[in-house]
């Protein structure tokens, strides 16, 4: 159990890769609020993970929606030990044609909401007795210019490099940040991608390990980052995308 009773917020925790990061923490033995707009299917994505992981509306592009979130966990549970900032989105198609109102959503999920998350959820890690920890979630096209997915890329770089800045801040208040970096990953929006003959053409003989990763591999390395394995880590972008040469 090498995350009994702590108390983690995760956003974006109802399907998708949030989901297998919350089912990893709780059979761990944390206390997972698992945060996300949509109500509708959310509970019953979470049933099966029994009374230690339970459902909280939100929206990280709304500051004070973030603020009740965490401030309701923290009343809730005493506290919070670990934030993973998983909420994602991604809209695709050529910078010049992009919608004004995608480019918006990506940066506003995708960034905005990290920080908001990080602001609302410090006061409450900083108290974490355990060790604060904040786990934001980037992407190999973070780190990979992909063309058609300019917001995207943009956004995921920026959530790096604010993540290495705020490991920095952070330290001294006991708290530490880091970056997951999945790579082709059989869940969630990788699932949609290799639905796509052409695009997984393209991208599947890139990965020396010949295969998507699972949600499972991507929990595991919450897990390490969130327990006590993780505690001289910090300011790190850990890749989990089977080796991707490109
Ligand atoms: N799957 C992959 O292969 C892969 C690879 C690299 C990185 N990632 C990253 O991993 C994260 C999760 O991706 P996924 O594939 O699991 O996506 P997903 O299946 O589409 O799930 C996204 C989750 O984020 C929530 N969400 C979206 N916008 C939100 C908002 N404004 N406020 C609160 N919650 C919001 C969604 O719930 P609602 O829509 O109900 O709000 C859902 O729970 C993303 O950051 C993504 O960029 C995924």
């Known amino acids: 159990m090498k995350l ?46 029994g009374e230690r992981a339970v459902f909280h509306r939100v929206d990280v592009r ?4 973030v603020r009740t979130l965490t401030d309701a966990v923290a009343e809730a549970y005493g506290g919070i030990d670990i934030l993973v900032a998983n909420a994602g989105v991604s809209r695709s198609g050529p910078a010049v044609g992009l919608a004004g109102a995608d480019w918006a959503d990506v940066v506003d999920t995708n960034l905005n909401g990290l920080f908001h998350c990080v602001r609302a959820a410090v006061p409450h890690l900083e108290r974490s007795r355990a060790g604060g920890r904040i786990i934001a979630m980037s992407s190999a096209l973070g780190s990979r210019p992909t063309p058609g997915a300019s917001s995207y890329c943009a956004t995921k770089a920026a959530v790096e490099m604010f993540s290495k800045v705020i490991a920095l801040e952070l330290a001294p208040r006991g708290i530490t940040v880091n970056c997951l970096s999945p790579g082709f990953i059989d869940e969630g929006m990788g699932k949609l991608l290799k639905r796509n003959e052409a695009v997984w053409s393209k991208y599947a003989p890139k990965i020396s390990l010949g295969r998507m990763g699972s949600g499972a591999e991507v929990a595991d390395a919450a897990v390490y980052l969130a327990a006590d394995s993780g505690s001289y880590v910090n300011g790190h972008v850990l890749e989990i995308n089977g080796g991707l040469g490109w």
């Open 4 to 49: 009994k009773g702590r108390v983690a917020v995760v956003t974006g925790g109802t399907r998708g890769l949030g989901l297998r990061i919350a089912e990893g923490f709780v059979a761990e033995g944390a206390y997972v609020v698992a945060a996300a707009r949509g109500e509708e299917g959310a509970r019953e994505a979470l049933e099966p993970l």
């Open 62 to 65: 709304d500051p004070e929606s």
